[in-house]
Structures are given as structure tokens and as C-alpha cells.
């Protein structure tokens, strides 16, 4: 995507406060579609053991544990973004992570399986397997686990103009509009 031009990061404007955090849940609507195809696709194992097909254990184990992440993501507190002056906080499963401005480089969006995803990459080169492995199929280091209700690019653009507001912020800068 390119950085000029309408519809490009640059042509959008933002005024933010000086100092602000924004909190995004999980989005309730994607969980409740894959615990309802969980459950669909889980009787259909349930179908094949009545059927004597083994292969049905297995259905209902995988789909069964679909269920179960599913309403566990849709618990208070169990999934979030929380973008504020310290960089990013994100929560899936009740197991959180903490990724401050400094060590971002920048933000992107990507399709992945018809899914839209925000790409992040760090400052210096990729470190690790996994980062190399990501960067090399996807072109970025990492990537948040949702996209918390939004489309991925509206999302990347608004974190992306929120990492420069707090970096300025964070040399002195006054703040300004993004």
C-alpha cells in the first residue's frame, strides 16, 4: 500500500488529545461465529462415531476445543487491544503482551485465507525463527491475534498515527495533528 496519495496512511487526519488510551474487546461477533460452526462441524463427528467411523473422536475433540476457545474469548477481560502513551497491550486467552512504540518500526495490513490481519514490524532486522519465518511469508514480523471489530487497514492506519503521536510525545515534541 502506498503512504501518499487519497486513501493512503498520510491522507487521513487525526487530532488526538495529549494523552489518551484507547481500549478495543475482542470482536463478540467473530467468536460467536466460530463457536456456532464449532458446534455445527462437532455434531457432525458426533455423526460419525454413532456411524462407528473413528475419525469422528477426532472431528468432535478438534471442534469441541473450538467451542471452548471460543467462549473463553468472549469472557470480560479474556481479549483486548489497549493502545496508549507506553506502546501496545494485547490480550488473547488471558495471556497478554506488551510491545512498547520504541521497538515498533511500523504497521501494514496483509490478507491471509480471506482473513485480513495487522502486520507489525520492528526496528532492525528479524530476529528469531519465527520473525524470519513471518517476514518471509507475510512480510511482517508479527501480527495481532484480531482485528478487534475493525478492517485490518483502518486499524493499521489508526495504530500507525497513534505510534507517531506518542513518539513525538516521548521526545518533547508538542503534540500535533496525525
Partial sequence: MSNE????????????PETFELMFPASKTKWIWVGLVSIILGFGGIIGIQSGEAIGWVVVAFFGLGLLVSAVQMLPGAAYLKVGPGGLEFRTLFRTRRIAWAEISGFGHYRQASQGFVGINFHGSAKGFSRNASSALVGFHDALPDTYGHKAEELAILLTACRAHFLRQADGSPPTET
Fill in 5 to 16: 496519495g487519497p486513501g493512503s496512511f498520510t491522507s487521513y487526519r487525526f487530532k488526538f
